[in-house]
């Protein structure tokens, strides 16, 4: 009868760790499979994929179960093989069970099947899907008060656990594998994760981040001979123009260079008959504080190509077309009609002399640097705000793990600066 009590419980120990380590893998794949694979093969119709991306929107329950059996199997497994030592070697067996069982279970039950699980996470996970569910809705009961009990002792002690919301979840898996990201060289894969990022970045950047401030904007003075306003505007690189009168604030509207040229035609080029503010069509002003990602949508929804961008005072700021917002996707898109204004040069000694107006986030993108944006959009604008004060020709300054030598000023704005970053 003894030999019968001590086959079946060691049959049983070995049942139990076997369950154990199925239980550790489970857990283990659920938490390392990417959920990126699993949307993927959800979408095509695979309802195991499914059932996994169902449990990791309900995580709690799902580890709590898990934890739940997993306990059980290690308990009982102690219970028998203490039974069995203690008949086999009597009193000292206890001991002897204990430091066998937290061999076997450690290296058996935990280790080993995570380590494997490690290496082909979704194949496990995905092989292990159909018990998931029935495992969690027959231990949801028990989970249930677990987890009950286990919040109210966290209040107790002035801990309150906070759900996670899924969106934000989801963005930062996104930002992780973008950063992870690598391309088929160094500058292709830069190129690729400062794209990917800057679609993430979308509802966060502002339209006074992007653009051209209204010192850079190209206006023209309706009071002009019409014979130079012509001229102003056909030596000019861009398509649509803004017009003012007396005021560079009083906007009459937007010229377009074609309907110009077509009424130059239909006037036989006299262009003294010419009355440049009935060609100019409303203007669209905007909010600074406009998202980029909305201001997108804007420019599909009316099938405009060009904004105003005005304070909450209603003062020009300056403006911002599609096309600003499209290259704070794919980077700078330089035709045969743009100005090319030299913003970043490069020495040979790893220093960079970069003009006071080259935005933040186009040195961050380019070089992946990590230069704060939230206060200042401009290096110009970021010296200032770290400094607090309007710095003299030659000052330096450390922030960021960044020195910053001011090399002119013109007046109370800073023109040129070089930037030395930290090494490495």
Known sequence: MTSLFLILSAL?????????????????????????RLHHLAQQGNPRAQTILDLQTRMGSFISSILLANTWCITIVTALATGIMTTMFGPVGAVYAGVGITALITIYAEVLPKMYVYTK??????????????????????THVVEVVARLSLKLVGIKIEQETQAQSSVEELMGAIELHGGSGRMEAIHERAMLRSILDLTQVEVEEIMCHRKKMFMIDTNLPPEELFDAVINSPY????????NPDNILGILHTKDLLRTARSLKNDLSKLKVEELAKPAWFIPESASLLSQLHAF????????????????LQGLVTLEDILEEIVGEIVDEHDLEIPGVRISSEGTYTVDGTVTIR????????????????????????ESRKIPQVGQTFMFHGFRFDILRRHRQQITQVRIVPPKG
């Open 12 to 36: 049983c120990v070995l049942i139990l760790v076997i369950a154990s380590a199925l239980c550790s893998a489970s857990e283990a794949s659920v938490l390392a499979t990417s959920r990126v």
């Open 121 to 142: 996470p979704d194949r496990v996970a995905l092989a292990f899907a159909p018990a998931f569910k029935p495992l969690v809705w027959i231990l949801s009961p028990i």
């Open 239 to 246: 398509t649509r123009v803004p017009l003012w009168k007396d």
């Open 300 to 315: 599909r929804r009316k099938r405009e190509h060009f904004a105003l961008v005005v304070d909450e005072y209603g003062a």
């Open 362 to 385: 186009d040195l961050n993108r380019q070089f992946e640097w990590d230069l704060p944006d939230e206060n200042a959009a401009t290096v110009a604008g970021l010296i200032l705000h």
